[in-house]
C-alpha cells in the first residue's frame, strides 16, 4: 500500500504530476508508474460503470393507445374502429406507420377479442394475414425515408373494419374486444445503432381499454 502523507494530487500532464506540499510551494515530480496505471484504472472504471448504466436504463417511450368505433352498421353494432396511438411522454418517439392487422417489422395493431358464447358448442369463423418481409432498404435508409418523429403530444390515426378484425362466432355471443400495438421488430444491434444516431424507438406492447357489443 502506498500512503502520501501532505501532499495533494492536482493534475496530470504529460506523464508528470503536480503536487501541492503543506509548505506552500509547488514542484515537478516524475509520476510514478502505480499512480498513472491507477489514474487510468479510475478513468476506465468510471466510463464501464457509465456506459452499464445507461444501458440498463429504461426505455423513455410512452405511447397511449386509444379504440373507439368510427361508423356503426344498420343493427348499430361496432363497424369502422378508429385506433389513435399517442405519444404521452416527455421525449420525441421515432416510429414507422405500422401495418393494421398483419405481423410485420414495421409494428403491428391488431384487435383482440374474447367471445363468450350463449349458447357453447356453436362454431364460428377465423381470420388470418400475411406479410412478406424480405431484404428491402436498409434500417438506415428505412428510418430517413418512412419513419415518422411524434413530438410530445402528437398522435397517429388509423382505420379498420371491425368486421374483417375480429372474428365471428357461429351463433349469439358477448364480444368483448380491444386493441395491440406491438413496437417495430429490431434486434439489439439495430436499437443500439438507432440510439447512436439520435433515434428513441418503442420497445413495449401497448393495449387499448376493453370495449363490448353483443351480436346475434
Not at 14 to 43: N, W
Not at 152 to 161: A, C, K, N, R, V
Request: neutral net charge; glycine residues 12%; charged residues 20%.
Amino acid at each position: 500500500m502506498i500512503l502520501f502523507v501532505g501532499v495533494r494530487e492536482r493534475a496530470i500532464l504529460g506523464g508528470r504530476v503536480y503536487i501541492e506540499r503543506g509548505t506552500g510551494g509547488k514542484e515537478m515530480k516524475p509520476a510514478s508508474a502505480i499512480v498513472v496505471v491507477f489514474a487510468l484504472s479510475c478513468v476506465v472504471a468510471a466510463q464501464a460503470g457509465a456506459q452499464a448504466k445507461a444501458a440498463q436504463s429504461p426505455n423513455p417511450v410512452k405511447l397511449e393507445l386509444a379504440m373507439e368505433a368510427a361508423t356503426t352498421t344498420e343493427d348499430g353494432l361496432p363497424a369502422a374502429l378508429r385506433f389513435t396511438l399517442t405519444n404521452v411522454g416527455n421525449v420525441a418517439v421515432d416510429l414507422p406507420i405500422p401495418a393494421i392487422d398483419c405481423q410485420g417489422r414495421n409494428g403491428t395493431i391488431r384487435v383482440r377479442a374474447l367471445i363468450r358464447l350463449d349458447h357453447p358448442g356453436d362454431s364460428g369463423s377465423g381470420h388470418g394475414c400475411g406479410y412478406g418481409i424480405g431484404d428491402g432498404p436498409s434500417l438506415n435508409e428505412r428510418v430517413k425515408s418512412s419513419w415518422l418523429r411524434l413530438r410530445p403530444g402528437e398522435y397517429l390515426t388509423f382505420l379498420g373494419d371491425r368486421r374483417a378484425l375480429v372474428d365471428r362466432a357461429g351463433g349469439s355471443a358477448t364480444y368483448e374486444y380491444w386493441a395491440a400495438y406491438d413496437p417495430p421488430s429490431l434486434s439489439a444491434e439495430e436499437r443500439s445503432q438507432l440510439a447512436k444516431d439520435g433515434y428513441i424507438a418503442p420497445t413495449e406492447q401497448v393495449e387499448s381499454a376493453h370495449l363490448t357489443y353483443w351480436q346475434p
